[in-house]
């Protein structure tokens, strides 16, 4: 192990100039991801869900299309929902949507909290 430097001193050789818009093509994309407050909104839904014995396991994709966040019964089976965030079509119909097992998509909106609003349980009338 040395001391010195992985690169060559300045002056050493001829400065090369790269244009970002053609550095940033040629590099193979970032995948889409869950940020911290979008996984924290599904993980409580989650939670709630597998304490009442709804749900048991998750399983997360990240893509270079999507990001899929993925809702099971039991582990070995295809997934009852998919919470799915799509930035090509935020401009449209909005980045995020559930999806059920069919495919159907159950809910679509520009804003993660909204769209979880589907898996709210519908308050029923108690009479005393």
Known sequence: MTDQPDFPPRGAGPDVVVDLREYR??????????????????????GRMVGDGEWRDYAIDHTRDKAVFSIFKRSGEVPLYRVEKDPKLAARQGAYSVVNA?????????????VLKVFDKALKLVET
């Open 102 to 114: 069919h495919g159907m998509i159950l809910k679509r909106g520009h804003e993660l909290q909204q």
């Open 25 to 46: 093509n040629s590099k193979n994309p970032l995948p889409v991801t869950f940020h911290r407050r979008e996984l924290d909104a599904i993980l409580r839904i989650y």
